[in-house]
């Protein structure tokens, strides 16, 4: 796992493949259920959670409709806009601003951690599903790593690594083709797991942690 994790974060590597982890609470599947990017945004500022935003760690098995090519695009357009709207929500942030949480939410530098982490392993995810012929992606207890691997840490490197992920998993996105779109592995927590449904996490999550970052902030 080390090994993909520092070629991610490493802009100079010729980087192919490679993410997603242990746990994954951003985004369940009953989180999505509703969700049509044709049609609404996810409100930013508007739900509060304790904690993490689940992402993948439902009980309940994924799937659904197929999506248009049309709802992929959006949903694409929005993944790819995620690593902005974190750095905006983080903007002038202050060193006491990264340890307040609003309401028993994480506070903004456990968000930074988390989205580090969990980014990577998403990188993880979406490679498995592409290139093994029974893909298996595992969940991981994203509330202890949160917790236990943040403490006092500089964010950047990890807002890097959030960076250098999505990148590189939007090169994976652009030469995906509609026989890609069809794959379904297994979750160790939710079962049934697809590339759409990896599309549709993904491209919410870091939107619902830049507005827990922005109320932690005390702007919504």
Known sequence: MSYYLVLLCNPRRNLSLDIRSPVEPETTSSDLRDFNSSDREPPLCKQRVTGSIPVGGSKRSMGGMA???EERA???RRYRDGYR????????????????????EWTPRQIAHHLGDSEM??????RRLLAESEPVVYGYDEKAFA?????DRPIEPSLEAMRWARETCSQLLDRMT???WKIVGTHTESGRYGTEDWLKIYAAHAHDHAAQIQRSRGRC
């Open 74 to 76: 959006d949903l694409i």
């Open 178 to 180: 509609d026989t890609d």
């Open 85 to 104: 709207v974190v750095k905006e929500a983080l903007d002038g942030v202050t060193e006491e601003e990264l340890d307040q949480s609003a309401t028993g």
């Open 67 to 69: 999506m248009t090519a």
């Open 121 to 126: 392993m998403s990188a993880i995810r979406i």
């Open 147 to 151: 917790e236990r691997l943040t403490a």
